[in-house]
Nanobody, 123 residues
């Protein structure tokens, strides 16, 4: 099993910033796993926001967040951060930390999910 401990989220105005963090632990955490964030909203459904490989050397972003969001990783403690700048109302969603192989993450089927944290951007 893998335990994912999320923090961050909240409510901000348009143009504001938030930072999400997610710490992963557990005997099933593999070096082949990527970590990242998906989000889900009634309007858009579920989508992959960003993911980063185990070593933290490569990242992938959804087109909608490129240039605004940055994902990073502290390899020593398997903690991933999502810095979200210039937030827009369409970024409002529940953000879920996730862990899994890269193709599974892209397909929306990671091995493990966090409990989710709400991000609300008011106009």
């Amino acid at each position: 099993q893998v335990q994912l401990s999320e923090s961050g989220g909240g409510m901000v105005q348009t143009g504001g910033s938030l930072r999400l963090s997610c710490a992963a632990s557990g005997p099933s955490l593999m070096e082949s796993f990527a970590m990242g964030w998906h989000r889900q909203s009634p309007a858009k459904g579920r989508e992959l926001v960003a993911m980063i490989n185990y070593s933290g050397s490569r990242a992938l972003y959804a087109d909608s967040v490129k240039g605004r969001f940055t994902i990073s990783k502290e390899v020593s403690n398997n903690t991933v951060y999502l810095q979200m700048n210039n937030l827009q109302p369409e970024d409002t969603a529940v953000y879920y930390c996730a862990v899994g192989h890269g193709p599974d993450m892209v397909a929306g089927s990671p091995h493990f999910w966090g409990q989710g944290t709400q991000v609300t951007v008011s106009s």
